[in-house]
């Protein structure tokens, strides 16, 4: 009843929305029909007027913590860690950077750049 309370006591206050997290799903649904502004659940059920899923829950970026309520879609920690490794190896084995991940310059510019190193040296 305090939920209730408090969301008519915010749309009454010129509240536009309302989030409902980790409610749960039948209560949502009955506060949310009393409501005249949109309602957005987050673990809420889908009684209420929208959802939300943070993008690190949907992608499955946490491995150690999963609220109930969030459907993971993907393990992309996975593939992150998969990638995070292979580009670790390719720099120690030197294969990262390469030739084509680098700019280059003309070689006048970097004669050019030489000259005035070795004139730094000897000034």
């Known amino acids: 009843m305090k939920i209730l309370e408090d969301a008519l006591a ?23 029909k009393q409501l005249e502004i949109p309602t957005i659940g987050i673990g809420a059920g889908n009684g209420t007027d929208g959802q939300i899923l943070l993008s690190y829950d949907l992608l499955g970026v946490f491995t150690d913590f999963k609220p109930k309520f969030t459907k993971r879609y993907t393990n992309l920690t996975e593939v992150a860690v998969a990638g995070l490794k292979a580009y670790v190896e390719d720099v120690k084995t030197g294969r990262f950077p390469d030739e084509d991940h680098s700019y280059g310059v003309d070689d006048k510019e970097y004669e050019k750049f030489q000259r005035l190193l070795d004139q730094r040296k000897h000034a």
């Open 10 to 32: 915010i749309e009454d206050a010129g509240c536009f929305m309302l989030e409902f997290e980790a409610v749960p799903a039948k209560i949502a649904a009955l506060i949310s």
